[in-house]
């Protein structure tokens, strides 16, 4: 069996989901679809949670489009006159609970965590019901029933011990079609409806090919498959045919929205490859990712560019940390403590400042709560205050064949040094297959641009 998945443009308008249709239909073997909600619906849904929770009346208006949205799609996809009356009924049944709890929303001027991911959840809800029934024999499921979480730093977390038992359960027998809403999930502890993210259907389908042994996980969205960089922000940018698992994750964890990044560790860990097909190409080759290293004579030494624009750089500093046992310990332990999470590490060998990078939102508390850890080194005059500089960007250049290539590191700073970039930290892990550095933001968009023509153009 396999799974595929359909991000939101691909279930955004009649003629994709007929396509979907199409696709789904010629396939012989059974699978499971994964569908995100139609395309612009979920930034929908929380912006329309939002303006009924100020007491915006005109939430009212927002509310009508994302109901005229889904009939008209009803309208366009549905043949059967019978059929369309029913799922009609099924919709306008949901999106009347969705308009009393914005209702709610409105005349009470409060949002909780768990009333907005209770709004959210209508997307992923709406859509596989109506494309279960565009689908022949599909058969629908409730993701919230067997994808389970549990809370950790105010993040959801799945519980994958009782997941993987739950899905086993429900796809036992497999149908021909499984037709699941991706995203939504349900709380271990409470049994409330939780989600996985944004961008989280991408784990869903990952979750359940990882739980029930499939061949091949094939993610369908609005391109030709994994590109070089981020096509929205470099026209020249092309399709690169295969990834190694570590290189899909290490550009995915650098902000390649083409994939949400925890999706990859499920099937890597099961040897489950990857494909990312276009829906509106559906006969293009697409990327495969898998665990082989494919040697490939004349391409590019580097696979992929990059890039995070909310990164703000925070440097502990003092002459009192050289050569002292322990500073590190205890940086990351108390950030670990308050939950912040770090994407990049630069330490110098003089040992005398250890620099990290943090999202512009968790750097405020990281300095808070490294000024108080070392309170007494800095009232001692052993160490500085910690210092945040904020609006930066982070970018990285990925490829497992970087490894014993000398000259990469070179060419990199070559290049970013001829357009006047500064570089303010880097890092390069042991293992080569990464090199990251951060810029100023205003820097970023010239910086891809160079890198990639002096890698992939040249
Ligand atoms: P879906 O709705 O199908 O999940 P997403 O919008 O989440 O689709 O992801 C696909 C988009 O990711 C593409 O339209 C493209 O603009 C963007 N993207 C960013 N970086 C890359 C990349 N390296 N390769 C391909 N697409 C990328
Ligand atoms: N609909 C959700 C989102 O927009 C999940 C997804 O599309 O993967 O984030
Ligand atoms: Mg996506």
């Known amino acids: 069996m396999k799974v595929l998945k359909f991000g939101g443009t691909s279930v955004g308008s009649v003629n994709s989901i007929l396509s979907v249709k199409k696709i789904v239909e010629a396939i012989e073997e059974p699978v499971i679809v994964v569908v995100s909600a139609l395309g612009g619906i979920t930034d929908k849904l929380l912006a329309t949670s939002t303006m009924a929770s100020k007491g915006d009346l005109a ?21 059967d006159k019978e059929v369309r009356m029913d799922v009609q009924k099924k919709v306008m049944a949901l999106l009347d609970e969705l308009s009393n709890i914005f209702k709610g929303v409105y005349l009470i001027n409060d949002l909780s965590a768990k009333t907005s991911d209770t709004i959210v959840s209508y997307g992923e809800r709406l859509s596989s019901l109506i494309v279960s029934n ?5 058969k629908l499921f409730d993701s919230r029933k067997y994808i389970k979480t549990v809370k950790q730093f105010n993040k959801h977390i799945v519980d994958f011990d009782l997941t993987n038992k739950l899905i086993k359960e429900t796809f036992s027998p497999l149908p021909k079609v499984s037709l699941v809403p991706g995203f939504i999930s349900s709380s271990t502890e409470t049994g409330e409806v939780t989600n996985l993210g944004r961008g989280g259907s991408d784990y869903t389908a990952s ?13 369908w969205t609005d391109v030709d498959g994994f590109m070089t960089a981020d ?18 994750m290490e550009l995915c964890n650098f902000g390649a929205k083409v994939i949400y990044p925890p999706t990859i560790y499920p099937v890597y860990h099961k040897n489950i490859p990857i494909r990312i097909l276009n829906t509106f190409n559906p006969t293009a080759p697409g990327t495969y990712i898998s665990k082989e290293r494919v040697k490939e004579e004349g391409k590019a030494i580097i696979k992929g560019i990059s890039s995070i624009n909310d990164t703000c750089l925070i440097t502990v500093q003092g002459l009192g940390m050289v050569g002292v046992i322990g500073v590190n310990y205890r940086i990351f332990k108390t950030l670990a403590k308050n939950g912040i999470s770090v994407f990049m590490v630069s330490q110098a060998s003089s040992e005398n400042n250890t620099t990290f990078a943090v999202r512009n939102a968790d750097a405020d508390l990281a300095v808070q709560v490294l000024n108080d850890e070392f309170a007494l080194e800095r009232a001692q005059g052993d160490m500085n205050d910690t210092v945040a500089e904020k609006d930066l960007a982070t970018v990285a250049i990925v490829g497992e064949n970087m490894k014993r290539t000398p000259g990469i590191a070179g060419k990199l700073f070559g290049t970013l040094g001829r357009a006047g970039i500064s570089v303010i930290a880097c890092a390069q892990g042991a293992s080569e297959t990464n090199i990251s550095f951060v810029i100023k933001h205003k820097y970023l968009r010239k910086a891809l641009n160079s890198i990639h023509d002096s890698f992939f153009l040249s």
Request: aromatic letters at 6%; proline letters at 2%; glycine letters at 2%.
């Open 231 to 248: 096509p929205r922000v470099i026209s020249s940018a092309y399709v690169i045919d295969r990834l190694t698992f570590t290189e899909a």
């Open 59 to 79: 939430y009212e208006k927002e509310l009508s489009e994302i109901i005229a949205r889904h009939l008209d799609v009803i309208e366009g996809v549905i043949e």
């Open 134 to 138: 565009v689908i022949k024999d599909a």
């Open 207 to 219: 979750i359940l090919a990882t739980a029930l042994d499939a061949n091949t996980l094939e993610i």
